[in-house]
């Protein structure tokens, strides 16, 4: 298996997953994914996961798809 196959992400996978913000902002470094937004309609594919930072409880939306973005994400607590 290539090392892109065994670190590609999907989306209904993504649910509780650990995350390290590269560049975090009001300490909120680590994040876990506390949702995976349902599509309207149902069947189509995912697009929005809700994380939650760990030090302030506070929840945002984002497109899942910006967690590939090793620039502005890692996996797991670093």
Do not use: Q
Not at 37 to 56: K, L, R, T, Y
Not at 68 to 76: E, I, L, M, Q, Y
């Amino acid at each position: 298996m290539t090392r892109a196959a065994s670190n590609a992400l999907s989306p209904k996978k993504l649910l509780h997953t650990k995350w390290t913000a590269v560049a975090p902002r009001n300490k909120e470094k680590h994040f876990l994914v506390t949702k995976v937004i349902e599509p309207e309609p149902p069947g189509s594919p995912v697009v929005s996961v809700e994380i939650e930072a760990v030090h302030s409880r506070r929840a945002r939306i984002i497109a899942w798809r910006e967690l590939t973005d090793a620039a502005r994400w890692r996996r797991g607590w670093v």
